[in-house]
């Protein structure tokens, strides 16, 4: 008889495990309940390539906000042509449907409503029908991420969360993409740590080129 997740990580410590036995316990539990979020950054060119090597027939999913950039959208084409899958998409409005319903530039005058109608609700819907779901979230990104488990009870979405790179360093998962030759996006090599949509995005460590202005630092995906 199978055990469940919460049977395993009650026999085994989560945190003496890699990566890529992390996903392999997700997948021995949850498979094909669990899906793996894709933004199309590096730490998800790393764990596509893991996920999929282990089972081709995984689950990833994207949100579209519409406003992503056009590095983002090239990658996602990439990877989709090397595994040979097809990415499922949960979209937030078009820059037309929400200007009729909000105005015109609402990541200027309230970010934190932009990011709940264009990731937060879609990731609402694409969590929906699982049981757990993939990040690439890594503790050093931001302290905001400091206490990030490899895999724990994601209480606000009532599912399990897996976050495998989650002690992993920037040059950990460089190498990684060295080795296996993965497509990046082009936008890490100009100076971008982290890639979220074009209008709220600039060059910077970390997370500090996210939201410049606003003292916002996450989405709130992930806090």
Known sequence: MERSVAELVGETDVEALTAEQVLEVVLE????????????????????DMLLEREPEARVFALDTHVLFPETYAVWRAVEQRYGIRIAVYEGPSLGRQAAVHGDALWERNPDLCCSIRKIGPLGAALSSLDGWITGVRRDQAPSRASTPKLGWDERHELWKASPLADWTDDDVLAY?????????????????????????????????RWIGSGKTECGLHA
Request: glycine letters at 10%; hydrophobic letters at 30%; proline letters at 6%.
């Open 177 to 209: 993409v060295r080795e296996r030759e993965l497509p990046v996006n082009d936008l890490h090599a100009r100076g971008y740590a982290s890639i979220g949509c074009t209008h709220c995005t600039a060059p910077g460590t970390g997370r500090d080129g």
């Open 29 to 48: 539990t949850l498979h094909p309940n669990v899906a793996l979020a894709c933004s199309f950054q590096k730490e998800e060119s790393v764990l596509l």
